[in-house]
């Protein structure tokens, strides 16, 4: 035969080959649709169209080309898969990239980039996008091609999450840390930090408990409204513990560490930092060259504190005091150090005050003389900051009242040193000062006397 109709294996294409045709062999449409037909080829208008365009080809002699395709499959239309689109700034691979960048750029800028899933009450943590089926295609016998199926895309709300009435918004029921895992979204309220606070997790700004398995690394922040437990070091960072603070190995402040404790801090050693706790302070082995402030009590089990300050409205209690370098060291007890730190401000602010009622005051009589008794707007503007600053000055004066009683009542402490006690080393006790000048072995105990009107602090020996 001149011309054969192929079908290949699949059905997805038919070829009309022409090897042995010659223009003699005069082939028209209809022999065509009809051979077609017989291989129960499905003749639509595109293969009709399809054969129109072929046969003026076929009037060349030389006919250059033998195999002519005359109709293809309608392949199926792919689905897409299911996926979580999550939002912005929780997106894994968005906080990855900062991270990366973070390693090559301006590091001063990232400090505050967070490479943590974190969110609050409330907030969408992203949207649920379902599978979308693919559409069956057709091969050349009109039959049904069936597409490729796409495997449904689930996700359930666990702990803190809740679906929105859509079926498809994921929303955080609280603040915490977001976490999907084995098709489940969940939000823990407790933040666990497998690393270093460093520029791979930026600073860290979290109401629930917060525990780091590393350390926190020079000039990073913490905040927590509850406890914070750090297995490593903290470094010259900026510490914030709403709750109790743990440190299992220390603070290395490098003179740059600033930690407020609202409980207790518990440390293996705290050295050059800046130090306020308004519960109890408990180290393990020594306190060195830092300035530390308790509301309560301060009790080391071991060790020394030497260089720097310590100030107590409690006890204050350890094996060592000073060393036998003889480097200046300060030890308070019975001393509020938050009081007496807001009766310093509060003491600024009187006399900023006192001095501004001073240098108002001639302004008012020049002006008052000028104006022969009757005040101008300028004479009651001047009289209206005078009257304003004497309100200011006596309600001062009730604060530091309040402040002085409160000391009273809650300055109690003694220091209390088991071992010895080096030269070099000033002690108060609330209003008592004394210089130690020569070692003196424990235990003994620092208490405040009073002594013809003055108050001395007196070293007494206890317990054997």
């Avoid at 437990?229 to 470094?235: A, D, F, K, Q, R």
């Avoid at 604060?399 to 002085?404: K, L, N, Y």
Wanted: proline share 4%; charged share 25%; aromatic share 4%.
């Amino acid at each position: 035969m001149a011309w054969r109709i192929h079908i290949n294996p699949d059905e997805t294409e038919v070829i009309l080959d022409l090897e042995q045709y010659k223009p003699e062999n005069a082939l028209d449409s209809n022999d065509l649709i009809v051979a077609l037909g017989d291989k129960h080829v499905e003749v639509n208008e595109q293969v009709k169209q399809r054969i129109q365009d072929i046969l003026p080809l076929l009037e060349n002699p030389e006919l250059p080309e033998r195999r002519f395709t005359l109709a293809k499959a309608t392949p199926p239309k792919a689905g897409q898969e299911g996926f979580f689109e999550w939002a912005d700034h929780l997106d894994p691979e968005k906080r990855h990239k900062i991270t990366e960048e973070s390693s090559t750029a301006d590091r001063a800028s990232f400090y505050s980039c967070s490479g943590l899933a974190l969110v609050k009450a409330g907030e969408t943590i992203g949207v649920l996008h379902p599978a979308v089926q693919g559409q069956p295609g057709k091969n050349v016998l009109g039959e049904e091609i069936p597409p490729e199926e796409i495997e449904e895309f689930t996700l359930e709300a666990g702990d803190n999450v809740e679906c929105q009435a859509d079926g498809v918004t994921f929303n955080a029921k609280c603040e915490g840390e977001v976490h999907l895992e084995g098709g489940k979204l969940f939000v823990s309220q407790v933040l666990n930090i497998e690393t270093d606070v460093d520029f791979e997790t930026g600073n860290i700004q979290f109401n629930g408990d917060i525990n780091i398995k590393g350390s926190i690394k020079d000039l990073f922040e913490v905040k927590s409204g509850h406890d914070i437990n750090v297995e490593g070091v903290i470094e010259g960072a900026r510490v914030i513990c709403g709750g109790s603070l743990s440190i299992k190995r220390g603070i290395a402040g490098k003179d740059k560490a600033v930690i407020e404790v609202k409980n207790t801090l518990t440390a293996k050693y705290v050295s050059n930092a800046s130090v306020w706790v308004e519960g109890d302070v408990n180290v393990d082995s020594e306190i060195v060259h830092a300035d530390v402030n308790v509301r309560g009590a301060i009790t080391l089990a071991k060790g020394a504190v030497h260089g720097g300050r310590v100030t107590a409205a409690g006890n204050i209690e350890l094996p060592v005091l000073g060393s036998n370098s003889n480097v200046p060291t300060l030890a308070r007890a019975a001393i509020n150090p938050f009081v007496e730190r807001e009766l310093n401000h509060l003491n600024q602010e009187k006399d900023a005050l006192t001095k501004k009622i001073s240098q108002l005051m001639p302004k008012a009589k020049i002006l008052l003389q000028s104006c022969r008794g009757k005040p101008n707007e300028e004479l009651k503007k001047i009289a209206a900051e005078i009257e304003a600053a004497k309100k200011r000055l006596t309600a001062i004066d009730q604060r530091m009242e309040a402040f002085e009683e409160e000391n009273k009542k809650t300055c109690k402490g003694v220091i209390i040193v088991h071992k010895v006690i080096y030269p070099g080393v000033r002690v108060e006790i609330g209003p008592a000062v004394g210089l130690v000048k020569h070692e003196m072995s424990g235990p003994l105990k620092a208490v405040a006397v009073r002594s013809g009107g003055a108050y001395t602090v007196d070293f007494r020996s206890f317990g054997g």
